[in-house]
């Protein structure tokens, strides 16, 4: 059976919204490393937590690798490893250890949701 022009175009994904979303949280995220003096990050409520900088990252580095991988769920795991390990190494917990376990986790639920 043929698959018409139209059921293809319908069913072929359009990456360009995503593109822009993800140049846009990069550039964003940039311009706070650059200009944003981080005194002013650190003391935003919740005190020491840095969460613009960190949220900015998370987006820019989710959209990335799932434009990447071409999965939303690798690109969020990825990204939320990645994420953890960062505010440990602000807690001053970031060992290899730590990064190797966050790493197993991530392939763990990974395997998991891919067997189910």
Same mark, same amino acid.
Do not use: C
């Given at each position: 059976?043929?698959?018409?022009?139209?059921?293809?175009?319908?069913?072929?994904?359009?990456?360009?919204?995503?593109?822009?979303?993800?140049?846009?949280? =990069?550039?964003?995220?940039?311009?706070?490393? =650059? =200009?944003?003096?981080?005194?002013?990050?650190?003391?935003?409520?919740?005190?020491?937590?840095? =969460?613009?900088?960190?949220?900015?990252?998370? @987006?820019?580095?989710? @959209?990335?690798?799932?434009?990447?991988?071409?999965?939303?769920?690798?690109?969020?795991?990825?990204?939320?490893?990645? @994420?953890?390990?960062?505010?440990?190494?602000?807690?001053?917990?970031?060992?290899?250890?730590?990064?190797?376990?966050?790493?197993?986790?991530?392939?763990?639920?990974?395997?998991?949701?891919?067997?189910?």
């Amino acid at each position: 059976m043929k698959k018409t022009v139209k059921e293809r175009l319908k069913r072929r994904k359009n990456y360009f919204p995503t593109m822009m979303l993800m140049i846009v949280f =990069w550039l964003l995220w940039v311009s706070l490393v =650059w =200009w944003v003096d981080p005194t002013i990050l650190k003391n935003l409520p919740p005190r020491e937590s840095y =969460w613009p900088f960190f949220l900015l990252f998370f @987006l820019a580095l989710f @959209l990335t690798l799932s434009l990447i991988l071409q999965n939303t769920r690798r690109g969020f795991l990825i990204s939320f490893g990645i @994420l953890l390990f960062l505010i440990l190494r602000l807690s001053g917990l970031g060992h290899v250890i730590n990064g190797l376990l966050i790493g197993g986790i991530v392939i763990a639920i990974e395997v998991y949701f891919s067997l189910k």
